[in-house]
């Protein structure tokens, strides 16, 4: 790390340490993945750009399962009055919560197969673009 000038050495155990000490900014430290695909153009597998909405497709299977289950017991079982009262709340918030999940998931992906052909498309306008101004 580089030496920091006199005037910025602080004792560490002051409050005042965090304000005078050179703040790191995101380009030194936080470089996230999406500002990194900006720059580079390297091809992306499948799986990383339908890995969200996979997960959250089977997130949301898992929920509605959980759902379904708790329902059947709840309508099958002779529980007391009060445990009857809670699975009939819960199972159906489970399956409307799995079910929502699934169908966000499952829009999901049209969007991003829209994005990759107008992503293809302004690159190769782009391209015919610098070619007719490059002569």
Known sequence: MEALPKALEVDEKSPE?????????????????????VWTEAP???WEIYR???V??????AI????????????????GDMSLKV???TGPAFLSLGLMMM????????IIKKKQKQRQKS????????????R
């Open 17 to 37: 340490s965090k304000d005078l000490l050179p703040s790191q900014t995101a380009s030194s430290l936080c470089i996230s993945s999406r500002s990194e695909s």
């Open 52 to 54: 969200k909405p996979i």
């Open 123 to 134: 690159m190769f306008f782009q391209s015919i673009r610098s070619f007719f101004l490059n």
């Open 64 to 79: 509605l399962l959980f759902g379904v289950a708790i329902t059947c017991l709840a309508y099958t079982l002779t529980l």
């Open 103 to 110: 169908v966000c998931g499952l829009v999901w992906v049209p």
């Open 44 to 46: 992306r597998s499948n």
């Open 87 to 89: 699975l009939k709340m």
């Open 56 to 61: 959250i497709m089977s997130v949301g299977g």
